[in-house]
């Protein structure tokens, strides 16, 4: 297992190298880089001028009154002074070539160093910790749901398989699997957060104003009222997938030989299948547990965050795509591929725990 493990290891440099050098490229190609962003602003409303210049530490000043000052290399340039553009340029760091830029920002992420966001004046670090717990939440608590319905769903429509139960069960999973999770929180909101009908649960927040003052029995209250109807919206797009790889996994057990051997020497139903079909058929299922609890947390949680307003790693990830805020999206990109990629690493190693007889090692790479 140990020269297994090293070699999945190595095998995560390249790929994360790989990831990031595609993903840079695109960007760097995508029209509305930062300084274009600043370029709008300054020319969009004049009172924000002084504000955006005080703050980026830039003393040039707008020209409006030169038009042969334009700048073509950026859209809406026209009329400022190509000094000021420059300094904007070197202050975001483009005076590099991208290569150059490429390299310096690898050398900083080996030692985890994600450096400031352009526009939030914070570390990129500070930022994904502090919206951390937000996306953790609705992550964990969706993938426990998930499993705990999931599971026991899936186990029983393979027990009754061909049933009216898992026949009208069956109508269900392909209704949650029709319906996207975010079509369907909207409809939560439009029904129960206030949008048009009822105002029974609350927005934007994942406690209350008074969270400080209550105790704690009601602050476990306040917490999983607000994480109600996100975390619901979430269960459906995840549960529909577990529960039929449960139920086909469950059922190409049943029709084992092992099966058949176990009730010949006359032991009970029950034990037959949660004393040896269990085990068996929960491998696949409990092994993705990492890389379920991964793709929920970083991906299905990203347009829910944003149509509940929760202050979340995909609500942060959003408004950066949108300002170009490169430190915030390479950062994060870098950062959460190394988790996924690691994540996929325990989550093969756990197939090693739960059942001795995968051996990784005896496969030739």
């Known amino acids: ?36 962003q600043v370029i709008a602003q300054l020319t969009g409303t004049g009172a924000d001028i002084t504000e955006r210049v005080t703050r980026s530490g830039t003393s040039e000043t707008l020209d409006t009154s030169q038009g042969n000052n334009s700048n073509p290399a950026y859209r809406g340039a026209q009329g400022l002074d190509p000094e000021f553009i420059k300094e904007l340029e070197k202050q975001f760091g483009f005076d590099k070539p991208l290569p150059v830029r490429f390299v310096d920002m690898m050398k900083r992420y080996l030692v985890f160093d994600f450096g400031d966001s352009f526009f939030r004046d914070r570390k990129v670090t500070e930022l994904v910790l502090d919206k951390m717990p937000v996306s953790i939440s609705l992550g964990l608590w969706t993938t426990l749901l998930v499993y705990l319905i999931s599971i026991p769903l899936g186990i029983r429509k393979a027990i009754r398989d061909g049933s009216r139960f898992d026949i009208w069960t069956s109508s269900v999973i ?64 995840g549960f529909a997938t577990l529960t039929m790889l449960t139920k086909n996994s469950f059922m190409d057990q049943i029709n084992q030989q092992y099966v058949l051997t176990a009730r010949a020497k006359g032991l009970t139903e029950h034990r037959v299948l949660y004393g040896h079909v269990f085990r068996n058929a929960m491998l696949i299922v409990i092994a993705g547990f990492p890389s379920a609890f991964v793709g929920i947390l970083f991906t299905g949680s990203l347009l829910i965050e944003i149509i509940f307003s929760l202050d979340g790693l995909g609500l942060l990830g959003f ?22 990629l690691v994540m ?6 756990m197939y090693m725990v739960i059942d001795p007889r995968i051996d990784f090692e005896s496969r030739e790479v």
Request: glycine share 8%; charged share 10%.
């Open 344 to 349: 996929n690493l325990v989550g093969d190693l």
């Open 1 to 36: 297992m140990g020269s297994y493990i090293i070699r999945r290891l190595l095998l995560i440099i390249p790929t994360l190298f790989a990831i990031m050098v595609v993903n840079f490229a695109v960007i760097q190609i995508a029209p509305g880089g930062p300084v274009e």
């Open 174 to 237: 392909i209704l949650g699997t029709a319906i996207p999770s975010f079509l369907f929180a909207v409809f939560l909101l439009v029904m129960f957060a206030g949008g048009s009908y009822l105002d029974w649960f609350p927005l934007a927040r994942m406690t209350g104003e008074n969270w400080d003052s209550l105790s704690w029995p009601a602050r476990i209250v306040d917490y999983f009222w607000h994480l109600a109807l996100p975390v619901l919206a979430m269960t459906i797009g």
């Open 319 to 340: 408004e950066a795509a949108f300002a170009r805020d490169y430190p915030v999206m390479f950062g994060t990109l870098f950062f959460f591929s190394l988790l996924g």
